[in-house]
């Protein structure tokens, strides 16, 4: 399967547009950060795809600040009845995904919705007690990429950190000169925290963009079997804070990659005490990125 030049093109431009418009969702009033913020409620973040991935780094990053209880589920896989929440948050760009309205549905009556969309007056819009609406995030590619990455910008702020740094952080790792993917056959996103959101949806856009093999795991779950594969063609990143790294543990055949540790900057777990860089074990060679 190939893609359309005009396909191609949409992705890139609406890749090359984050900067901007995540400046746009951080000069939003705190009336759009409250809803996700919610301190004390005990809240489930739900979506499907992409939007599931985004789910799960908001549950992550809300719990860690201490605004209280935070799960997330794939729409089609909700909790049990019994488990009583606050509050759900669904995750739909579109506003009509089948799964994400039949789950607010299901929810009706026994927890405040919240939807978070780029599209107004769709059907998640109608079922939910508060909507926020990130229309500049919309998209036209059928790869999402700036709509998920500025609801976690956004939930990122909501949830108390500074993150006025990251569009131009943004701006200056899309200027950066892209690795020559030729010899690589094979693309793993290893995370930690709520990074393993972000690794879940690195390997589905490889997938997605380029019907390449990629893969995702919990980063220190990697030697526990899927390590197995990595060879030569392996290209193995590294998201969020972890310990030292010994050579073996992303890849048995590749040169050492422990010299640079990415443990966090400070005991705190907050996300602004992580690196900002990610570490490829397959090319070796360090890249930045927008944390």
Do not use: N
């Amino acid at each position: 399967m190939t893609t359309s030049p005009t396909a191609g093109a949409l992705t890139r431009a609406e890749i090359e547009s984050q900067p901007a418009v995540w400046q746009e969702v951080l000069e939003l009033g705190a009336d759009v950060r409250t809803p996700l913020a919610a301190p004390g409620d005990r809240v489930l973040f739900i979506g499907c795809g992409t939007s599931a991935f985004v789910a799960h780094s908001l549950a992550v990053l809300r719990e860690a600040a201490g605004l209280g209880e935070s799960d997330w589920a794939y729409a089609s896989e909700l909790p049990p009845a019994t488990r009583g929440y606050d509050r759900v948050v669904a995750v739909t760009r579109s506003g009509t995904t089948t799964e994400v309205l039949e789950a607010m549905e299901a929810f009706r009556g026994r927890a405040h919705l919240v939807v978070v969309t780029a599209v107004p007056g769709m059907p998640a819009e109608r079922l939910a007690d508060e909507v926020v609406v990130l229309a500049g995030a919309d998209e036209r590619s059928v790869v999402q990429t700036r709509f998920p990455t500025s609801v976690l910008v956004l939930g990122r702020a909501a949830f108390g950190e500074d993150v006025r740094h990251l569009p131009g952080a943004c701006g200056a790792a899309l200027d950066v000169d892209r690795p020559d993917p030729r010899g690589l056959e094979h693309f793993v996103y290893l995370g930690r925290g709520w990074c393993q959101g972000l690794a879940d949806e690195a390997a589905l856009k490889i997938r997605e963009a380029a019907q390449a093999w990629a893969e995702s795991y919990p980063a220190l779950d990697y030697r526990h079997g899927p390590v197995a594969v990595a060879g030569p063609s392996s290209h193995v990143w590294l998201l969020g804070p972890t310990r030292a790294v010994s050579p073996t543990t992303c890849a048995p055949w590749a040169p050492p990659c422990a010299s640079r540790p990415t443990t966090p900057s400070s005991s705190s777990s907050s996300p602004s005490a992580w690196p900002s860089t990610s570490r490829p074990c397959g090319a070796w060679t360090p890249t930045p990125r927008a944390t």
